[in-house]
């Protein structure tokens, strides 16, 4: 029985076919490993440092300019702050960044032993208090950076590992980069802080102003240098008056002031940079969602055999590398969380008492446009700052959350043990930040900070309704 030439035919056509998508599948895979391999020696040259690590959109490189300005106030003592490479930032005990916070620390003890001396002879009340307070969180806050600085080789080597990984495929990078969104916000604080600082000088000029004309009769004492010696009273108890003494007292009132604005930017900047690397995180899960549906489709309805074929389902694998990955998201967002849950809850616990203070400084009687100007200035701008630092934290958590929405879709032949594993991590640990767990920066974290602001507000105006009304002529 002689063969049919038309199976033969259809044979060798098959045979030139299945030889053509081999060498095609040999091709692909042989450039995703050409791939794969460049990708890994660009990995490898960004951590040796350098100029390489240096273009990417790491945390470190968005935060490294304000750090230096920091360190001019005498904030995060650290050593090579201008180091490309964050491996040669450290802390160290010989180093200038330490010296100039002990200098800031010894001269800002002083002021607030001089001015709590003032204080307590002239009687403490709930509006003059504010200041001493405002300098005793100063003080504390330079520790608290200088302890944070402790361990920040602990933090920011993982996170500089954590940002080259995530920098490159198969992870995507996010349509703003870091460092836009950082500066953009660094802008945007910086203009309206400098703003409520001017602002401060101006109405307390004129409240002195105002004083002067009511209760002395020598109006010529009315002028911007004496309103400084009377602004600056408890720096002119312990040094002469004049032009030194001012730039001096200038100079450390600004840099209180900067320590508290710079408390609650850099949270925000920390969650920023958080909240981003888990969208990307969330954004390559996300990418699995069209191959899930495949297969659960599948499951339903059937299809042809081309199309089975095509159809490529998530390997145990690729689940395991992403649960990997989300470990070490987790981590580094657990060492970030307990180096600053002290940070955390002094920036909350002072925004509360100072914004209830200027809302009891609006509900009393002022006695120029000014001050109302000032107050309700520096009122809002504050109550927007905290809005930001409580709205920039709890997209960390809400970012960390998005994958679960992708593991809703796998069907539940798919429901293998590390997609459980990965499902457990997801929903079993809060992600986010916190002050020492009493409270998480979170949105419902801000409705109940506004409760408590009515609460306290309510007992300062109780504190405030016993002292004197009306001007004092002292």
Known sequence: MRPDPGKWDYRRSELRSMSSTSEDIRRQLKVRRQKQRAILATRWRCAQGGLEFEQ??????????????????????????????????????????LAVTGLFLLLGGLKTLVGANILFTAGLNAKNMVGLVFLIVGLVNWLNFVGFARSWSHIMLPWSSLDILMLFPPYKRCRRSLRSKVNFIALCVGILAVGDHMLYYVSGYCSYSTHILQCHTNHSRITFALYLEKEFSDIMFIMPCNTFTICYAFWINGAFTFLWNFLDFFIVMTSVGLAQRFQQFAARVGALEGRVKQSKLFLIKPISLLNLFSIQQVPEALWYDIRRDHIRLCELASL?????????????????????????????????????????????????????????ASRIHDASL????????????????????????????????SGYRLFCLTRKSLFGMLATLVTYELMLLQMDAKNPKGLRCV
């Open 336 to 392: 970030v969380e307990e180096s600053m849950s002290c940070i955390v809850f002094v920036s909350c616990a002072n925004n509360v008492y100072v914004i209830c203070n200027q809302a009891l400084a609006i509900f009393t009687k002022l006695r120029h446009p000014i001050n109302y100007i000032y107050f309700w200035y520096s009122l809002l701008f504050l109550l927007a700052r905290t809005s930001l630092v409580f709205m920039t």
């Open 56 to 97: 990417l959109d790491t945390f470190y490189g968005a935060i490294r300019p304000y750090l230096r300005v920091a360190q001019f106030f005498g904030i995060m003592p650290l050593a090579n702050i201008r180091s490309r490479d964050p491996q040669d930032v450290k802390f160290k005990v010989r180093s200038i960044g």
């Open 402 to 433: 998005l994958p679960l929405r992708s593991l809703y879709l796998v069907p539940s032949n798919g429901w293998t043990q590390e997609v459980q594993r990965f499902a457990y991590q997801l929903t079993s640990e809060f992600v986010g930040l």
